[in-house]
């Protein structure tokens, strides 16, 4: 089998991009990671993105993105599974290197969330979501997830500070990250006082609502050394689904997508939980955090949120994760999440992590969710030697 | 390289499909394809669809059909690329299985576009092209093929009559066609009386609006014979794109995009048109099929109408076309058109075309089309000996 490499990164900051469309969001980010490659020219483009036909009225987005970025004619393809749009487009890309059929391959993503009415952004992201089995009841997005909260509480006795300390260590390593949305500390007494958007959900326990893009660039590990002195292997890229709908699942406390692609990619880098030297999780809503911790494997399942509390996931900890804020400080731009996640994963493994660098990281492993647990991707990275 | 090979496929009639959910009508296809493969598990789907999201309220379809069709967990994923999406959803597929990651992948396409209101369906149609350089002006998916429409008949002196051919050809066709949405012959006359849409386009030159939903089994070539006798082999599967906008082009009676697919096409299947035994060609719009017999080299520039007017694109012609009634009267669910096509040629590949039957034809070419020219999606089929 064919090995793939990453060798050039780029994103936009996450903000408020009132003078940015999606094409100028999704332009600067690829620029950015054809500039870091050194290439010119791609044989295919795949874009992640969950809701531009919704928001913006555009679909389309593989041509339209290969044309901003002075590509017409390549082969260009939008993927798209909710907030896992990025992920799965960079499994797509992978694939396009493995099967042998391209070599140089753009994958990016981008979601524009803002210069849309708060309402529409929620009737967006419900669609991730079973419409005729659920939606329909007028759940939203955030509710779901407050139910999941609530249950995980109750079923392991797990405390509100303990959850809470998710988003407080996100936004400890986003001070750091001037692509991050939120750039402020905050603290466990200031999530639990911020007010309840679903109970027992706070506000800065949920991500954002921001406009980001992202890009890589993949190419064949045997190739990669021409272009980069620290080219990284996409050591695993694997992609598992389970139902949408909550109600047709045996256990709502184990996402067991994130088991199957996590145990799959194990299998596939030949690598165990204790190899991980730095982690991404996809923490839409703090829960989401201990539970995915828990999910991968490297916790007992209950044991996520003391785990945080502990203070091991921040850098310095036994298991650093979001280094680079996570969904709730680096932002949430849906369909961007999964290749933040790559390209943040990219410069820890390359040593260019800035303040928040994960002394000697060679491994690095990603998670991107979309739905509630219904998609996940999951990439392993390792630094080439 | 791997080779991969159809092994089953099915479909739905093309219809007003008010009893069906656009989660029944893949279910129905998909699980005709997998009796057909005599496939009771795949390992990998992918989802053609364009407007699901603005027109039902659901994105996230990977996910979603996986588990409608009893597999939830698969890696599921959905592409999208306009009217092309159905095309693309294959080129995905086949990729996945020449990678080698995938055996057994499902390639499915779905659309429901009854049950929303027309300019519902207008607006998500013109997302094929830019919103912010040309769907702002209010023009229309339609009132763009009219403009393509009249350069063509100026340039090349085209007669309406020899244009009003191309429907006229596919109604004739799709009398024998079950699954077809329109079962009754036209004549040129009938056509050139009937309403205009956007002059010079009459409404019997426009594909309609309907619900459908096609599928197909793909497999490694090595192992097609475990599952049936009449495997179909993918001898080529190419994308190509070009810029959204007409302002943007050089030329407007040339598709370089269906030009790019198809050559690459001809150079991977190591064929020439005339290896061609039956074509089908995305006629959304009268004025697509004569420009795309030329796009695709079987006729010169300008000569595509009078070809069909002589006849040629019929069953018995020189080049059957359309066999089943193409998009004009087969039906154009958009993001299930390019599977359809897939399914029509393996029948014909495999001998079980019925009435309209191409004797003896051994190779067939499909080409599918997102926007006006913007994306295309190539296939060529061989039949094993």
């Given at each position: ?8 990164v780029?994103?936009?900051?996450v903000d408020?991009?009132w ?5 100028n ?7 950015k990671a ?32 290969a044309?901003?970025i002075g590509?017409?004619?390549?082969p ?19 694939k ?13 993503g981008?979601e524009?969330?803002t ?11 419900i669609?991730?979501?079973?419409q005729?089995?659920?939606?329909y009841?007028?759940i939203?997005?955030?509710?779901l997830?407050?139910?999941i ?15 809470a ?52 660039i ?36 184990t996402f067991?997508?994130?088991q ?7 299998e ?9 030297d ?16 828990e ?6 399942k209950g044991?996520?949120?003391?785990f ?7 850098v ?6 979001n280094t ?19 390209v ?14 994960v002394?000697g990281?060679?491994i ?10 219904t998609t ?6 390792r630094?080439?030697?």
């Open positions: 089998v064919r090995k793939v490499a990453i060798i050039g780029g994103c936009t900051k408020d991009h003078g940015k469309s999606l094409r969001l999704f332009a600067d980010a690829a620029l054809l500039e870091d490659a050194g290439v010119e020219r791609v044989d295919a483009l795949y874009v992640g993105n969950m809701s531009s036909g919704f928001l913006q009225g555009q679909e389309h987005l593989g041509a339209f993105m044309d901003a590509m017409p004619g390549i260009a393809i939008k993927v798209e599974a909710a907030c896992a749009s990025g992920g799965v487009a960079v499994h797509e890309g992978f396009a290197v493995v099967s042998g059929l391209a070599d140089l391959v753009l994958v990016g981008v524009k969330m210069d849309a009415l708060t309402p529409h952004v929620s009737s967006a992201m669609m991730a979501e079973d005729e089995y659920t939606a009841t007028g939203t997005f955030v509710g997830n407050a139910l909260h609530r249950l995980y509480m109750e079923t392991f006795k797990a405390q509100p500070e303990e959850i300390m998710f988003p407080v260590v996100d936004h400890q390593h986003a001070v750091n990250n001037s692509f991050a949305q939120f750039h402020s500390a905050i603290t466990v007494d200031r999530v639990l006082k911020s007010p309840f958007v679903a109970d027992p959900l706070h506000i800065l326990e949920c991500s954002g609502i921001g406009d980001g893009a992202a890009a890589a993949l190419c064949p590990l045997e190739k990669a050394q021409e272009f980069t002195d620290t080219p990284i292997e996409v050591a695993a890229s694997t992609v598992a689904t389970d139902t949408l709908s909550l109600h047709e699942r045996d256990n709502l406390l067991s997508a994130s199957k692609a996590a145990n799959k990619a194990y596939i880098a030949k690598i165990g939980q204790s190899d991980v730095v982690l991404e999780v996809h923490d839409a809503f703090s829960i989401l955090g201990p539970l995915s911790l999910d991968l494997g490297f916790v007992r044991e996520g949120a003391k945080t509390m502990e203070g091991q996931t921040a310095g900890g036994k298991l650093p994760t680079f804020g996570g969904l709730k400080a680096r932002g949430h731009p849906v369909g961007a999440t999964g290749v933040y996640q790559i943040e994963l990219t410069w820890q493994l390359q040593g260019e992590a800035g303040k928040n660098q002394n990281a060679e690095g492993m990603a998670q991107n969710i979309g739905g509630i647990g996940v991707a999951v990439h392993i990275l630094r080439v030697k």
